[in-house]
């Protein structure tokens, strides 16, 4: 019996943190449904047949008055050390693009960078055993089209935030513009010095 009280407190509890409808408020009172084995519908979806939804979420979108930042391209190329996590990473972001609905343009593979390095094999300066290490350099370039400077802000924190470790991300952003005031006129419109009234 108190096992049940406890979970009569609760539902109430529960059903004024969620607003839910009146009829149910008084089954909850009653404590008919949860007696007979039945809970009573506490999601707001559930409730609908009610007529009666409150919603408590308030909008969260904030409205300025300049506009947003148009991008022509956003490339993202990724570098790293190992090929297979790259392929793995490109498919992610590519993914992660398309569920955004954000047109990819291109995804390319730059030829890689090799470094060599020859040194002493030995500890001693006079040996002539010498032994070559390399570095590869894999890169994988994915362009973005048409995006937004919200939308490429999200995408670029989610993409970074889920960078792999050794790989290094670098972003070109290419913006479109407005033509400013002064360059409007063009400049064969605008007489010579020579020809202009002295003042």
């Given at each position: 019996m108190a096992v049940s009280a406890c979970f009569?407190?609760?539902?109430?509890?529960?059903?004024?943190?969620?607003?839910?409808?009146?009829q149910v408020a008084r089954q909850l009172n009653a404590g008919s449904s949860?007696?007979?084995?039945?809970?009573?519908?506490?999601?707001?979806?559930?409730?609908?047949?009610?007529g009666i939804i409150h919603c408590t979420n308030t909008p969260n979108i904030t409205v300025t008055d300049e506009p947003d930042a148009l991008y022509q391209t956003v490339d993202v190329l990724v570098k790293g050390h190992?090929?297979?996590?790259?392929?793995?990473?490109?498919?992610f972001a590519t993914l992660a693009a398309q569920e955004l609905g954000i047109p990819v343009r291109?995804?390319?593979?730059?030829?890689?960078k090799i470094e060599r390095m020859t040194l002493l094999k030995s500890v001693h300066i006079f040996k002539k055993h010498r032994v070559q290490y390399e570095m590869r350099t894999h890169y994988r370039c994915i362009q973005l089209a048409h995006v937004t400077g919200s939308t490429a802000q999200a995408y670029l924190e989610y993409v970074q935030r889920n960078l792999p470790e050794g790989v290094a991300m670098e972003v070109t952003k290419t913006e479109l513009v407005k033509i400013p005031e002064h360059i409007l006129k063009p400049m064969w419109d605008i007489p010579p010095l020579e020809e202009q009234p002295s003042q």
């Open positions: 009569a407190r609760t539902l109430r509890a529960l059903s004024v943190t969620l607003r839910v409808s009146p949860y007696r007979s084995g039945r809970l009573p519908c506490l999601t707001p979806s559930a409730c609908v047949h009610t190992d090929r297979a996590v790259l392929d793995s990473y490109e498919f291109k995804v390319s593979e730059p030829k890689k």
